[in-house]
C-alpha cells in the first residue's frame, strides 16, 4: 500500500514537471517564433492546459502534506482512563486537541489523576508526562517518581518504567501508578474499520 502511494507521488512529480517545462518551452520560445493567428491561439490553448494540470497537481501535494501534519497531530485514541483497584472507571480524559498531559497522585497514593500540562497541584504527586509525537503517545516517568509499570499488549509481564525515558503507548497497553490503571480507548472509527 505504502509503495503504491510512493509510485503514484513519483508519478505525480513527474507529470507536473513535465507541465513546467511544456509551459516554459511553448511561451519563452514556440510562442514567440509563431507567425499565424490559428497557430498562435493554439499554443496558448495548450499553455492554459498545461497551466491548469500543473495547478491541479500542486493542490494535490498541498492536500497531502496538509493530511500528514494533521496526522501527526491527530492522537490516534479517544481517551485516556483511570481505573481503580476494583475495575471501576474513575475518570476519563478525551484526548483530541491535547498534545500533552500529566499523570499526578494523592501523596498516600490512593487516587491517580490526569491532569493538563502545566503545575502539578498542591498536595498532587507527579508520576509522568504523556506527550503527543507524531501521532503516537508516549509516556515518560518523572525523575524520583514513585515506581510506575507497563504491561504492554498481551505480555503478563509489569515493566518497571526508567526515569526520564519515553515509552511508546498502543492500545493494550496497561500503565500501573500506585493502585490505579491507565488505559487509552481507541477511536471508535478505528475499531470499526479493523472489522470492515
Not at 27 to 35: G, K, M, W
Not at 175 to 188: H, P
Amino acid at each position: 500500500m505504502k509503495t503504491n502511494r510512493i509510485v503514484s507521488r513519483c508519478i505525480l512529480a513527474g507529470v507536473f514537471l513535465y507541465l513546467l517545462f511544456q509551459i516554459y518551452y511553448l511561451s519563452r520560445y514556440l510562442l514567440p517564433s509563431v507567425a499565424g493567428k490559428t497557430l498562435k491561439s493554439v499554443i496558448c490553448l495548450f499553455i492554459a492546459q498545461s497551466a491548469f494540470f500543473a495547478a491541479a497537481i500542486f493542490l494535490v501535494f498541498i492536500v497531502s502534506v496538509f493530511q500528514y501534519w494533521k496526522k501527526r497531530r491527530h492522537s490516534p485514541f479517544e481517551a485516556m482512563l483511570v481505573i481503580s483497584g476494583e475495575g471501576k472507571i474513575k475518570s476519563e480524559v478525551l484526548l483530541q486537541d491535547k498534545c500533552s498531559l500529566m499523570i499526578t497522585g494523592k501523596k498516600d497514593g490512593r487516587e491517580v489523576f490526569i491532569e493538563s500540562d502545566g503545575n502539578v497541584s498542591e498536595g498532587r504527586y507527579l508520576y509522568g508526562t504523556c506527550n503527543l509525537v507524531c501521532g503516537s503517545w508516549y509516556f515518560e516517568a518523572a525523575p524520583g517518581s514513585r515506581p510506575v509499570g507497563l504491561k504492554m499488549g498481551t505480555e503478563n509481564v509489569i515493566y518497571r518504567l526508567k526515569e526520564e525515558i519515553p515509552y511508546r503507548l498502543s492500545v493494550q497497553d496497561v500503565l500501573y501508578a500506585d493502585t490505579c490503571k491507565i488505559v487509552m480507548r481507541q477511536q471508535k472509527y478505528l475499531e470499526e474499520s479493523k472489522w470492515v
